[in-house]
């Protein structure tokens, strides 16, 4: 396996819906504690439906790409769709990660999960 | 060069200035012409290669190291992702991560250039050694973690006293007592954890005896996340008392990875500029401006060494250049680190591991572990 | 060379050999200067740098192997012992040890060029090895305990499974799935030990799954003490199977310590000889004839590294060289292992490791210690 | 320290009293099996006491200097003195081993002790 999949190189060198949208419906952060990445995702609903999302990530170019994946990935789901997301979905859909590479799938969930939770219980359920 | 870097620390000044000249103006050239991003930067401030072969490798745009810390870091590469081998960062937990990606031919010249250094200034071929730094086996892209661990290769023992966040001075104690009589004893990792295990062998009023032969080498900030500041003559005094080794011999290292450089400290304690590396030093109000020899202003590097990125780099680190000969007998760029530039974050990889260390300290406190155990670590902040 | 390795195996045939016949003959003078023992030799062959310089490599006076094992050790060196740095020897218990002595300038340049040899050929910049390999810590003198060491530093976290002279593959296989899926995974040792891990995988039915990336790099005799020779490509296909790696990534290097020489498998298993050094197969009978490309014959090997003394080995290895382009895209000189010397003990480090291994189980067994804890060494056998 | 002292330097290079007694009144060998480092002790008695010795020895620089050193030192010593060396006594008379080089001392003592045995039970007593 090389590196980086495919979609990763993509979107690590031509990232899609990088920002922070004004006034998001909901939005959460996760930081990696060990190797330092973080990820930010605001998303603006419609219909009980995530319509619009941005991000903006810091750290490795696995966790860069799966952000930019991510971001245009949760457009059209709702928060039961984000929370069932594990793992091995984000790996999966990023086109696989390399060993190493594995704490970005992580990274990924968690932010799904925290929106997730914003949705339901914070600004998104408002 | 870094082949013959023996012979090449020797040259007459004007043979190694045109040297390192022809290394750095080549890959600025190549910079040049792959990298959109920076040619744009090149353009606007009306420099190409022909200007920079007219006058000098000042004229070199240079790279504030906040840009390593953006989220479009894909701007920076002058080499599609795919070739990028290594990323490693230079901060641990807090703060955005500085990320330098390396290609293959940038990662085997870094690693060969780091061997042959330490090779030069250390003449390591065997030995114990004690790591008082975080491991890469649980950082694998902390960048200090990675120069350190490279010494590894040398040494015929290598054992690392810091779990996790949390520093086991006992442990290394024990380690450097028993490797006693039957090999030399060398103890690497940054200023303040070095100084953590001095201060316990003060506390136990112990003092142990590596001999002659033993190194203690140093890496990361002096500066300490309290705004303390750790004195070098102090600690090197403390060092040589506590360990039983010559002043001589405890040398700190400065480089930053965005960089690719590591100054490395002789006997002398001067820190050498390798000749693949130029080092410029700037106005602090206006980095576009050289200042003389022996003014202190903020530090610029350009590499020779890396195809990945133009790591023509303006750091936060203000200091002094000289250059010429040592006492040592090496000649070239020497520089000293003063301070962190004003307004910048004190953020080097050491720091954050400071804090990080105290932290756990305190939690391992609160919930009152037994001794012996390592805390673990409170579990991801998410959100 | 060393530091542009990846540019140097590219050249064509002509320049390359020509950048070697400058290296080797330039330290051909030098020893020939510095080494009266050498100078003798040479006087009595009627051989001077001349001689060379018209005659070509194959007509500088070998050394056989032998000498190093000689008590009057002192006479080889061109060097004073006051410059020797690091001594390694080519074989552990039985049989008189062949010794190695470099000087700082040697051990530098051998381990920048393994350094620049591994990267070239493994590409290693992290993940995790597991040693089947004395450790320098138990063997610091040991040339293959250093050679596979050297990886140490290239990888995040290592892991020595041969305690003492005693095999844990239960902990060899634990480390290997500890670490899987988190980094990759690479297993370095002599033929017969990773034979040995294979082995207790086929008993225990397991097939582990290191991956794509993974590589199980292999240094050492392939004959075994007893006699019998492990099949380099059932092993191939064994280790494939059961580590779940593919076959191309599992290298062998052939080397030996007196020559500095270490010669890497590429993926498509020819063993290339780097070009700071020159092979020569000569005549079983006569070797001061040189045979042709691809006709088997007695090993030699001339360094351009080695300055300590003349590292123009004629070893007790017969072997094939040929040279050219190889599917890989690497050019120079290629050699094949056939078979130790009719008359030359078998004798190398791998073959002494696998006697004393199989001493010490068959003493574990029967003392009948608990399993689990590592069997202690018998006692020093004085007289 | 330099790494070898001066008279491990002296005696590696111009090692003295190098070979094997015919006949020899006395002899030990001793192997170092970690290190592989080998000495092959010679003697011959006069007055119980030693008037000649030779040595062989392989291995590193230093055990090879240790040897010849020992090799003259024995001279004049009787059985008893030489049961009485250790590994400390070696190591001050060969100028000093760095961290590394002290199995030398132990290879060393080995032999002396096994000489004073050949010489108190084996040909040497006869």
Redesign the interface.
């Known amino acids: 396996m090389a590196r980086f999949s495919d979609e990763i190189v993509e979107h690590f060198t031509h990232p899609k819906n990088v920002g922070e949208l004004p006034e998001p419906d909901a939005d959460a952060s996760v930081v990696d504690p060990v190797c330092g990445g973080q990820v930010h995702l605001t998303v603006r609903m419609g219909d009980g439906r995530i319509c619009e999302a941005r991000f903006v990530a810091y750290g490795c170019a696995a966790a860069l790409g799966t952000a930019s994946i991510v971001a245009e990935w949760v457009v059209g789901m709702g928060p039961e769709d984000l929370a069932s997301l594990d793992e091995a979905a984000v790996t999966q859909r990023v086109g696989g990660l390399a060993p190493g590479q594995s704490h970005c799938a992580r990274l990924a969930m968690e932010v799904l999960h925290a929106l997730a939770d914003d949705l339901r219980t914070g600004k998104g359920s408002e | ?3 013959a870097l ?1 012979s090449a620390s020797r040259l007459p000044d004007a043979d190694r200035r045109e040297a390192t000249a022809r290394l750095v103006m080549r890959l600025f050239a190549y910079h040049y012409e792959c990298n959109s991003f920076y040619r744009r930067r090149c353009e606007d401030a009306g420099v190409d290669p022909r200007t920079v072969m007219s006058r000098g490798l000042a004229a070199i745009p240079l790279l504030p190291v906040g840009l390593f ?6 701007l920076l590469l002058s080499r ?3 070739e ?4 490693i ?1 230079s ?3 807090g ?3 500085s ?1 330098a ?1 390396r290609d ?2 940038t ?3 870094v ?2 250039a780091l ?2 250094q330490y ?2 200034f250390f ?1 390591i ?4 050694g004690l790591f008082l730094c975080p ?7 902390m960048g200090l973690a990675k120069v350190f ?6 040494l ?3 054992h690392y006293a810091l779990h996790g966040y949390s520093v086991r001075e006992d442990e290394a104690v024990e380690f450097l007592v028993h490797e006693q ?5 060398h103890v690497f990792g940054p200023p303040f954890l070095v100084n953590r295990l001095l201060d316990y062998l003060v506390k136990s009023g112990s003092e142990l005896k590596l ?3 033993s190194l203690v080498v140093t890496l990361g900030g002096w500066k300490r996340y309290t705004g303390a500041t750790i004195d070098e003559r102090r600690f090197r005094e403390k060092a040589a008392r506590r360990l039983g080794i010559e002043q001589a011999n405890i040398r700190d290292m400065y480089g930053l990875i965005e960089s690719d450089m590591l100054a490395i400290e002789c006997e002398h304690h001067h820190k050498h500029v390798p000749p693949w590396c130029h080092v410029s030093v700037r106005d602090i109000f206006d980095p576009s401006r050289e200042v003389p020899d022996g003014t202190r202003g903020v530090i610029a590097v350009s590499s020779g060494l890396n195809t990945s990125y133009p790591a023509f780099i303006l750091t936060e680190d203000v200091g002094v250049r000289r250059e010429g000969g040592c006492e040592c007998g090496r000649r070239g760029q020497m520089i000293s680190f003063s301070r962190r530039l004003k307004g910048a974050e004190v953020g080097c990889c050491a720091v954050n591991i400071e804090r990080e260390i105290d932290t756990v300290s305190a939690w391992a406190r609160d919930v009152a572990i037994e001794p012996g155990s390592p805390p673990r ?1 409170p579990a ?4």
């Open positions: 060069m870094i082949c023996d810390k953006q989220s479009n870091a894909h599609p992702l795919e990028v081998e290594l990323e960062r901060t641990g937990t703060g955005v991560p990320v990606r293959t031919k990662t085997t010249a690693a060969l061997m042959a090779r030069e003449s071929s065997g030995g114990a491991s890469p086996a649980e950082n694998p892209e661990n490279l010494f590894c290769g040398l015929d023992r290598s009589g039957s090999t030399v004893r001999g002659e032969g670590r991801s902040p998410a959100r």
